[in-house]
């Protein structure tokens, strides 16, 4: 198997602007590339800023060019709060993202909002396994977890990613597919996400950081001393490819 370090790409830009010119551009290509071999594209957003980064793709060329019909969108995280709380990241992704392009909604795998924490990750990991049998998710051949095609994240200023915070007990979880916190550090308290061997199945991942939140953990990651605990985001090895999208101001202290 290939050194993870391999598979790891650092690109940074100029603006932030840049980096959505940049985003669009992967996530077209990919989406063109895995509706031909596999007939679907499948995607994984996050919250936070991701989701104006990844504005770009509901203007022309590709709100026209994208094979929208082929999405089946899902989320690396949720709130436990109802889809049209502020808190919610379906909410944010839907107003900024999809409802300006044509997904059909059936293909949009939001969390049962009617569910307590606990049962709404249940939930949402039964629909994956659906997924999964019916073919419309890959199967990683090395784990045996489900293989997006693509997932979208964003870091937070600790090196988190998903729901999963440092020093966290999910972080160790080797058996779900998804699962439930109830201690969040970030509010809301109460967020369902997806786990480790999950995220580590996908096929590629673009982890987009932009801006002055996150210079440290930027560093931490990226840099070159060696911390002796793991940030979150550094526990992140998807099996084709991890790529940075990086702004000069989230990459500045990597430049000194
Ligand atoms: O629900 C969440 O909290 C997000 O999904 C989370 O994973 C986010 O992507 C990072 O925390 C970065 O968040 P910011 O963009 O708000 O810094």
């Known amino acids: 198997m290939a050194d993870q370090n391999d598979k790891k790409v650092v690109k940074v830009y100029a603006t932030e602007e840049d980096v959505a010119v940049s985003l669009a551009k992967y996530v077209a290509d990919l989406s063109a590339k895995f509706a031909k071999e596999r007939g679907s594209f ?6 936070g800023y991701l989701i104006d980064t990844i504005r770009k793709l ?43 392009v044509p997904i059909p909604s059936g293909q949009v795998s939001a969390i049962n909002d009617a569910l307590s924490a606990e049962g709404a990750a249940e939930d949402y990991q039964t629909g994956l396994k659906h997924l999964v049998d019916t073919g419309v998710l890959a199967k990683s051949s090395v784990t045996g977890f489900p293989k997006f ?54 096929a590629y991942i673009a982890m987009v950081v932009c801006g002055p939140g996150e210079v440290d953990a930027v560093y931490k990651a990226l840099g070159k001393t060696e911390n002796p605990v793991l940030l979150p985001v550094q526990r992140v090895t998807p099996e084709e490819e991890l790529k940075w999208f990086l702004d000069e101001v989230a990459a500045s202290k990597l430049q000194e």
Do not use: C
């Open 42 to 47: 499948t995607v994984v957003l996050s919250g």
């Open 58 to 100: 509901t203007l022309p060329p590709y709100v026209d060019s994208v094979e929208w019909s082929k999405w089946h969108v899902f989320w690396v995280d949720e709130r436990v709060v109802p889809k049209n709380h502020v808190d919610s990241n379906y909410k944010l992704a839907f107003d900024g993202f999809l409802s300006k």
């Open 149 to 202: 095609d693509l997932m979208l994240l964003g870091m937070g200023p600790d090196g988190h990613v998903a729901s999963l915070f440092p020093g966290h007990p999910l972080l160790e979880e080797k058996e779900k597919w998804v699962t439930h916190i109830m201690d969040s550090p970030k509010p809301p308290p109460q967020r369902i996400t997806f786990t480790f061997p999950v995220i580590n199945s996908s």
